[in-house]
């Protein structure tokens, strides 16, 4: 598996996560084995989130750790924090506070019963975030050795500067959609001074941003087009898209999901990919997707494919 470097530690990580989003309806046993499965590919990075089924996935992931003793060693564990649910269909909000931020790291430590956590990221923006809390929530946190790295999700330039500007410890990752289509922060960059479809930059650069600043851009919804839409891959909509991919598949003898991979990784931003899938053999078909290096013109053709003109 494909390693890259993530923050000043230059701590060494698999190129790939194994997203924990869709792990709740699974048992202990399946869970467990997707866990070694991950593992015998050399994934060895897990993404939660304490949203994700009211704290479920987190919750079973527990169980499995705390009956395979030296598995938490082999791993590194991610979880994310600031979305707040509650009952009905607009009772959501999000919450940067002191307060929420130690609550429901304490709370994801417990589910997961673990003692630490290796990375913890702010989920989406709070509008009403006050940085100076951020500040102080990250630095007990660290203090007290429950949490040794910081990150982001869906954020923008200015929103990480202004957490900056009082988070002592770095933030090392901001974790982005990113697909073969859903591709808006290379768009951008690929159009500029241009007035066509695309050129609009949504997200402040952000992909220039992170490259410039060292921070680790984790992909998720590698298969999907649009927000959660559905996935691309053997999709009748994008047929001249599949084609290309199953093409370059064949050329490499690895699977579509595996072509998928290798696009983002392909990119020199220093990525790694969340897979959001719980089938074992196509954790292990995408994984292969790491040690493929495409060629420029590979790259270029399936962007071309996926709808996208250059200009």
């Keep these: 598996m494909k390693q890259i470097v993530i923050g000043s530690e230059k701590k060494q990580e698999s190129a790939v996560i194994q997203g924990c989003m869709r792990i709740a309806g699974l048992s202990e046993e399946a869970v467990d084995r ?6 015998e590919q050399g994934i060895t990075f897990f993404d939660h ?22 598995l938490r060693d082999q791993i590194t ?9 509650g009952k009905g269909e607009h009772n959501k909000a999000f919450d940067f506070s002191k307060r929420h931020i130690l609550e429901t790291v304490n709370a994801s430590l417990k589910r997961l019963q673990t003692d630490h956590l290796d990375y913890l990221l702010l989920h ?3 509008a009403l975030v006050e940085p100076e809390e951020v500040a102080e929530a990250f630095e007990q946190l660290y203090a007290q050795g429950k949490v ?35 591709t808006g922060m290379i768009d ?8 066509v479809e695309g050129a609009s930059d949504r997200d402040g650069s952000i992909l220039d941003y992170c490259r410039l600043n060292g921070i680790t851009i984790q992909a998720w919804s590698p298969f999907q087009y649009g927000f959660f839409d559905g996935v691309f891959l053997d999709n009748p909509k994008f047929p001249e898209l599949n084609k290309k991919i199953d093409e370059i598949a064949a050329k490499y003898g690895v699977s579509n ?16 990919v969340i897979l959001g899938t719980t089938n074992v053999t196509r954790v292990a078909e995408s994984a292969r ?7 420029r013109q590979e790259w270029y053709d399936i962007y071309q494919a996926a709808g996208n003109k250059l200009p």
């Design 124 to 126: 989406r923006p709070d």
């Design 289 to 295: 997707g790491a040690d493929l290096v495409l060629t």
């Design 188 to 195: 951008a960059g690929l159009n500029v001074n241009m007035t």
């Design 77 to 85: 564990l991610q979880t994310k924090c600031g979305i707040v649910r």
């Design 49 to 70: 989130a304490d949203v994700y089924t009211d704290g479920a996935c987190e919750t079973l992931f527990g169980k499995v750790l705390a009956r395979e003793p030296g």
């Design 148 to 182: 040794r790295h910081f990150g982001v999700s869906n954020q923008n330039p200015y929103q990480i500067e202004l957490l900056k500007k009082y988070v002592r410890q770095p933030l090392e990752i901001n974790q982005l959609q990113l697909s073969i289509k859903f």
């Design 257 to 272: 999901n595996a072509i998928a991979v290798a696009w983002i990784l392909r990119h020199p931003a220093n990525m790694q």
């Design 34 to 39: 997707l866990i070694k499965t991950d593992l």
